[in-house]
């Protein structure tokens, strides 16, 4: 599990996080949504330590990362999984060196426990005809999946993913979204999505966040959401003519 | 007003980093071999190229100057002041300007890139010394490879200046090599390739520290590469004249 107490986040004279506190949990997929400018990719690398808060704590399992030490810090991010919004393949590797890398770098494996967990994992995200591909060879969809496959290829506890979606198209998004449920229940990670994607928030939303302007304006679930009284929250998840319609007949569906 | 000094400040801070235990020798040595290839072996084809040509234009000006001298100077002195030139100075330090445009800007260029795209911040969240990781790889491979560039350099502008004879018939291959077997201090070859250390130091960490701290797209990586270049090739003619007022002054 995941705390953040109370994180804010200013640089220079731009307060881009103002306390924000919130709870991810194990085994399910939280989501961070929120508009462009919202706070929500400081938020995620506040939460990676790519960037420190400027006041506020974060807990890993009731440890306050800002008070680890290099080898608990290590330790700590030997747990964790990233996919990037732009995947960040390593262009100089193949996609199966891609994914073998972290392995490579810290798992004190033979070369063929690695390649068996590469394969598998490969195989996992149905990419095993792809190995000596380069990123530059690979879709977009390809690419997410490769990056997925690299974020949980060590057993991570923690799998963050920034706007997985982005840039695919309605059907591979849909795929990656129940590949991301999938592999949180299997792995029973604690798995972090940042977001601006209704489909994902209607489809795994387990627990979602609504960040506006650096605060922490809504949380609640999928179903919650639905009902939600928040004007900000139902402005940004329903401003499509056709999720307001869906939403409309919905809540009159729920009052008969 | 403040801001060449706070660089110099955060590019030493950048080395400090570079510098820090690898986290996984067998990473690193696959690494320096790749850099090895990437920064040497790719540059040898432009360093033959230019060390055979200029080696030829070098002997042929020598040539040039020596026939319309007001004192007859023998013609085997060709050979001796080509070797000298390449030696003291063209080798290893326009070769190493030419190594600071070609093998700075891919450099600059690859781990910008690498920035942009969120390739350094996957390391970093791997828990993986990102700079050390970049950096310290290519210092390797340069401080290897390098001098056995420039060597290669020395032994083509040689044979460059001894075709130019052959090709213009001014001077025979008999004088040539009697001039290059004239006396010569054993020092010059020691001061040229501690000057092809610094050079290669420079080359690896300038580009690289540009490369890093890319801000932006792919504009801000075209932007720092060119300024990584410009300013590598500056340091280069600073330190050949630090080097020399130290070594030969």
């Known amino acids: 599990m995941i705390k953040v107490e109370n994180i804010t986040k200013i640089f220079g004279e731009n307060t881009v996080l103002k306390g924000v506190s919130a709870q991810f949990e194990k085994g399910k997929t939280n989501l961070i949504i929120g508009q462009s400018g919202s706070g929500k990719t400081v938020f995620l690398k506040c939460l990676l330590g790519l960037f420190q808060p400027t006041t506020g704590r974060i807990l890993y399992e009731d440890k306050d990362s800002s008070k680890l030490t290099t080898a608990e810090l290590q330790f700590l991010r030997n747990d964790i999984g990233m996919v990037f919004q732009g995947s960040a393949l390593f262009d100089s590797m193949t996609i199966f060196e891609n994914v073998r890398f972290p392995l490579e770098m810290f798992m004190n494996q033979s070369n ?126 329903y401003s499509s003519k056709l999720f307001k319609t869906m939403r409309q007949g919905m809540l009159e569906d729920l009052k008969k | 007003m403040f801001q060449p000094v706070s660089s110099i400040g955060k590019y030493f801070l950048f080395l400090y980093e570079a510098f820090k235990k690898p986290q996984n020798l067998k990473v690193y040595y696959k690494l320096i071999m790749r850099e090895i290839n990437d920064l040497g072996i790719n540059s040898l084809g432009l360093v033959l190229f230019t060390s055979l040509f200029v080696g030829a234009v070098v002997a042929i000006q020598m040539y040039n100057n020596f026939d319309g001298a007001a004192i007859p100077i023998p013609v085997y002195y060709v050979g001796f002041a080509t070797k000298t030139v390449l030696v003291l100075e063209f080798c290893p330090t326009i070769i190493s300007v030419i190594l600071g445009g070609k093998v700075g800007s891919f450099i600059a260029s690859s781990i910008g890139t690498m920035k942009v795209t969120e390739q350094i911040d996957a390391l970093d969240v791997m828990g993986i010394n990102s700079i050390s990781f970049l950096v310290l790889p290519k ?9 056995i560039l420039i060597m290669i350099s020395m032994v083509l502008g040689i044979y460059g200046g001894y075709l130019a004879g052959i090709i213009t018939n001014k001077w025979s291959a008999i004088d040539y090599i009697q001039g290059l077997q004239m006396p010569f201090r054993d020092f010059y070859f020691v001061y040229a390739f501690i000057k092809v250390l610094f050079f290669a130091f420079i080359i690896a960490t300038i580009p690289a520290y540009y490369g890093y701290n890319v801000k932006g797209g792919s504009l801000e990586v075209g932007r720092s590469s060119t300024q990584a270049v410009v300013w590598t090739i500056v340091m280069i003619i600073i330190m050949n004249l630090i080097l020399t007022h130290i070594m030969l002054g």
């Not at chain 1, 999946?145 to 923690?158: L, T």
């Not at chain 1, 489909?199 to 605060?215: A, P």
Request: hydrophobic share 40%.
């Open chain 2, 139 to 147: 210092i390797i491979a340069a401080l290897v490879f390098f001098p």
């Open chain 1, 112 to 237: 063929s426990e690695m390649d068996d967990r590469v394969s598998e994992v490969l195989k996992r995200v149905n990419l095993e005809k792809a190995h000596s591909k380069f990123p530059s060879e690979a879709s977009g969809g390809m690419q997410k999946r490769v990056a997925i496959a690299r974020a949980i290829v060590h057993n991570p506890k923690y799998l963050f993913c920034d706007e997985p979606n982005s840039g695919l198209d309605p059907q591979t998004s849909g795929l990656i979204d129940e590949l991301l449920k999938e592999i949180t229940e299997e792995y029973n990670t604690t798995t972090v999505i940042n977001t601006h994607d209704m489909n994902s928030v209607m489809e795994i939303g387990e627990k979602i966040i609504f960040l506006k302007d650096g605060l922490l304006e809504w949380e609640g679930t999928k179903n919650e959401i639905l009902t939600a009284d928040n004007k900000h929250v139902i402005d940004f998840v």
